[in-house]
């Protein structure tokens, strides 16, 4: 047990180290002065008020998936109940996205008296339902602009996958019938989770919408087709577990797609957005995650209080 933790700890300090490396070395690539320069340019309160802002519209048009996602684990979830234990979430999520969605899968557990295999299964198609989400977002630019090559690729070898997935889950392998997980999978069906991607659209427009302003706060705007075209793949990025909120994966993605639209101040803009949404989001996770902290001590104890008086209304002779 002991052995297990400290290489978890070992991986997240190593992903930190990757991601910091990664900003180095775009930091590097362009003018400090200009990075400077661009960051001061920028109100830290009104920033701060942006990143909080966008944290808890995420969180809430997170439950409009998430919720009847959950609940084919925890069939007793409320949408109130969800908001406390996804806000409180937010402090894991401040060190590593994934870290947050395990959180929140440990809360259901604990809490809400999910079951362990339950909650794995619907962890993965939230998981699903946000990718599949991103990439129909990725299908408007290339139905309808000029999309370059690799996000027409993308999307085509995306849906090709997403369709695999289905005829697997319709007609599975004898293997992956005896799996509890993938029974769980078929059990929630192919129908129910395009529903529940649709329900993730929201969520996914407003991470795009928030890449958009977080540059524009820098002086940054691009047209709607490098929009579309690039800010899905710069949230896919955000969430890559490789590095800790995207943090150098980002800087490195948008300096490829991007570094060569923009002229050599601008440049300095593009990686000052990068660094201070990666720190102003961190920080608004904490901000959010200690704010709902106080609400999930007492969703425990009505919890804890309804499963004892439970277990001891199942005890009483009713004669």
């Known amino acids: ?20 490396s990664a900003v180095a070395w775009v930091v590097s690539s362009v003018s400090g002065d200009a990075v400077l320069a661009a960051l001061r340019t920028v109100d830290p309160l009104l920033y701060a008020v942006f990143c909080v802002g966008v944290a808890l519209l995420n969180l809430l048009l997170d439950s409009l998936s998430a919720v009847p996602t959950h609940r084919h684990a925890a069939p007793d979830l409320k949408r109130s109940e969800y908001l406390v234990v996804r806000g409180a979430a937010h402090l894991g999520g401040a060190i590593h996205v994934h870290l ?38 990725g299908i408007v630019p290339v139905a309808l602009l000029d999309a370059p ?23 599975p392998p004898a293997v992956l019938s005896r799996l509890r997980v993938f029974a769980k999978l078929q059990q929630i069906g192919v129908t129910t989770q395009v529903a529940l991607m649709l329900l993730r659209l929201p969520m996914m427009a407003l991470a795009i919408a928030e890449l958009w302003i977080a540059y524009a706060f820098f002086g940054l705007e691009f047209s709607f087709a490098e929009t579309m075209a690039v800010m899905p793949v710069l949230a896919l990025v955000s969430a ?3 590095v800790p909120h995207g943090i150098g994966a980002r800087d490195l993605t948008a300096f490829a797609l991007l570094g060569t639209a923009v002229n050599a101040q601008q440049l300095g803009s593009l990686v000052s957005a990068g660094i201070a949404l990666a720190a102003g989001s961190a920080l608004a996770q904490v901000v959010v995650g200690l704010a709902f902290m106080p609400a999930l001590s007492r969703l425990r104890a009505r919890r804890m209080g309804e499963a004892s008086a439970a277990s001891s209304g199942d005890g009483v002779d009713p004669r």
Do not use: E, K, N
Not at 8 to 20: E, I, N, S, T, Y
Not at 154 to 159: R, S
């Open 1 to 20: 047990m002991i052995t297990r933790r400290a290489g978890g700890r070992g991986a997240l300090v190593l992903q930190w180290v990757l991601g910091l």
């Open 149 to 171: 090559g690799w996000l027409t690729a993308g999307v085509i070898g995306c849906l090709v996958a997403a369709s695999l997935y289905g005829v697997v889950l319709l007609r």
């Open 100 to 137: 947050g969605q395990a959180q929140v899968g440990w809360l259901l557990v604990r809490v809400c008296g999910a079951g362990v295999t339950d909650v794995v299964a619907t962890t993965l198609v939230c998981y699903g339902t946000t990718l599949g989400a991103l990439v129909g977002l």
């Open 240 to 242: 890559v577990p490789l």
